[in-house]
């Protein structure tokens, strides 16, 4: 299974994609089917995307979401006035995330690989986006295993175990990545940017949004 986290420029909006390997695999093929008819190769980015394409890719785009049997959640987020930087962005943020994702993990076993888009390195922070994977993992743990975790370094991504009450076991594996290389994150680049546009309009069984 996976996860991937992407925001908006400014940080004022992220999305989640989220299912399994398969099914993650087959809609990216879809998606390759709509840009090679534009002659556009991945990885794919929406902000590099001209208006014109963004008009002709965006309706097939919506079309494949709202056929898919993967998960989305497009949260819109605006830090409070006076509020901690770190403490919003890597704290609180991750912790809204984790409880949306809560029954989806319930009762999950095997290993689930998160990928964030470099996007959470706050002033003060440069290291922010790992900070955030870090905080996001611990919070699953809590809320799925019961239990809090600290997760650990490992070949240069986060790694921790959850055991479910009923014995279940899940592993997580957490890492800062790009677009480049991760399919999931280019899945998510393109249906957050989607969301961002009014004229675009996602089955709300299959896309949420809301404010956190």
Not at 65 to 82: A, E
Not at 134 to 141: A, D, G, P, T, Y
Request: with cysteine.
């Amino acid at each position: 299974m996976k996860i991937a986290i992407d925001s908006s420029n400014q940080l004022t909006a992220s999305g989640i994609v989220s299912g399994g390997n398969a099914d993650i695999d087959i809609f990216y093929q879809e998606l390759c089917k709509i840009f090679s008819k534009e002659g556009i190769k991945p990885p794919f980015h929406w902000s590099k995307l001209s208006r014109k394409r963004r008009e002709k890719v965006g309706k097939e785009i919506v079309e494949l979401v709202n056929n898919s049997r993967i998960k989305f959640n497009i949260f819109h987020h605006l830090k409070p006035k006076g509020a901690s930087k770190k403490e919003y962005y890597l704290r609180y943020l991750p912790n809204m995330m984790a409880q949306n994702l809560e029954p989806w993990l319930q009762h999950r076993e095997g290993s689930i690989d998160i990928s964030v888009d470099n996007d959470y390195n706050i002033s003060g922070m440069p290291n922010g986006t790992w900070e955030f994977v870090k905080n996001f993992m611990s919070q699953i743990s809590s809320r799925v295993g019961g239990k809090y975790f600290e997760p650990f370094k490992e070949g240069g991504r986060f790694r921790g175990t959850i055991k479910h009450p009923k014995g279940n076991i899940l592993q997580l594996y957490g890492r800062v990545s790009t677009p480049r290389d991760s399919k999931e994150l280019q899945i998510i680049d393109l249906v957050l940017g989607c969301a961002l546009n009014s004229a675009y309009n996602f089955d709300e069984k299959k896309v949420h949004i809301r404010k956190i």
